[in-house]
T-cell receptor, first 113, second 113 residues
Framework: AQSVSQHNHHVILSEAASLELGCNYS??????LFWYVQYPGQHLQLLLK??????LVKGIKGFEAEFIKSKFSFNLRKPSVQWSDTAEYFC???????????FGTGTRLQVFP | NAGVTQTPKFRILKIGQSMTLQCAQD?????MYWYRQDPGMGLKLIYY???????DKGEVPNGYNVSRSTTEDFPLRLELAAPSQTSVYFC????????????FGPGTRLTVL
């Protein structure tokens, strides 16, 4: 069965620090990849997604993610975090032949001023 | 557009009671989903629907039932509540396929005592 691993469960950073959140998936075929974010008290919303083409994807609020097929990874990055980035971040994968989105367990990011 | 709405926001049930979690969307999306979110476990798909009259099981369907009589509504039924069903439940929708951006509702926090 397909699975998604997010190894960083809880990350604490100071403002202006750089961020990288790991995401690995287990599926050898074609995948669509997503990062969703849940800000405190808000709905889950899409941060960015990758379907095909340039493996470096840019999303909202300065976030980007890089798809590395050989490593089955889709890590999320931001060069300089802000206090407002405090949220829970979920990686998700949809495999080509299914109607399901498989989510990782999430990474809780806390940014201190 | 209201987007995806869910009622109630909070509910406490006794073991063995039944209830229906309501979900509605006004975006004319074909696909709708129910997830549960447990601490440290990410989101797990309970049921999904690709259109009115069509539903299918997700990863964790046991103890739940769904129906989809209209495009707009996708209620989730708990017949005999158990403590293991204590969770936050999210409804989501996407336009035409699961690889589209999913739009999430605000969630229902359910406690079974």
């Amino acid at each position: 069965a397909q699975s998604v691993s997010q190894h960083n469960h809880h990350v604490i950073l100071s403002e202006a620090a750089s961020l990288e959140l790991g995401c690995n998936y287990s599926y050898g075929g074609t995948v669509n990849l997503f990062w969703y974010v849940q800000y405190p008290g808000q709905h889950l919303q899409l941060l960015l997604k990758y379907f095909s083409g340039d493996p470096l994807v840019k999303g909202i609020k300065g976030f980007e993610a890089e798809f590395i097929k050989s490593k089955f990874s889709f890590n999320l990055r931001k060069p300089s975090v802000q206090w407002s980035d405090t949220a829970e971040y979920f990686c998700a994968v949809n495999t080509y032949n299914t109607d399901k989105l498989i989510f990782g367990t999430g990474t809780r990011l806390q940014v201190f001023p | 557009n209201a987007g995806v709405t869910q009622t109630p926001k909070f509910r406490i049930l006794k073991i063995g009671q039944s209830m229906t979690l309501q979900c509605a969307q006004d975006m004319n999306h074909n696909y709708m989903y129910w997830y549960r979110q447990d601490p440290g476990m990410g989101l797990k798909l309970i049921y999904y629907s690709v259109g009115a009259g069509i539903t299918d099981k997700g990863e964790v369907p046991n103890g739940y039932n769904v129906s989809r009589s209209t495009t707009e509504d996708f209620p989730l039924r708990l017949e005999l509540a158990a403590p293991s069903q204590t969770s936050v439940y999210f409804c989501a929708s996407s336009p035409t396929r699961v690889s589209d951006t999913q739009y999430f509702g605000p969630g229902t926090r359910l406690t079974v005592l």
